[in-house]
């Protein structure tokens, strides 16, 4: 909050987003210190980073900001497709969709920051985003104005 009355107050945006970078690193470094453990710590730890990415980034952005927000929302969509197999859960696809999709709109801008990371990550979900729309259509029942299930 205060950084938002900070910035609306005249601070200098750059300034601003450089005090609170500290703060997305920690949190993207405890993320990636949960690879390999359990799946849903994983997610929950990547997406707090994601949250705390976006805000930091909303306030006062960055190409560094956007690659801490691509990674992150890579990392929950990854985690959520992985996990279809064994939910089968309409929730993980969609979930899947909206991380890949924040992504590809943060990746472009981090390449400015860092192009090799934001080259591979882009590359994974050119790779693998075409699994999700199929089973979004499997998993993902949608409702008519009529009440029907298609």
Sequence with gaps: ???????????DKAAVGQ???????????????????DAAAMRQSWMNAYQLSSVVDSIAPSPQLKLYVGLASFQVGL???????K??????????????????????????????????LMGAIQQYYPNIAPAKKALCKTTTRSGTKH
């Design 1 to 11: 909050a205060w950084a938002r009355r900070s910035v609306a107050a005249g601070a």
């Design 79 to 85: 985690n959520a497709l992985q996990n279809l197999n």
């Design 19 to 37: 005090g609170l970078l500290p703060i997305v690193g920690i949190a993207v470094k405890a993320a990636q210190d949960t690879v390999g453990k």
């Design 87 to 120: 939910s089968r859960s309409c929730a993980d696809a969609q979930l899947a969709d909206d991380m890949w999709s924040a992504s590809q709109i943060a990746l472009p801008q981090a390449a400015a920051f860092d192009r090799s990371t934001a080259g591979q």
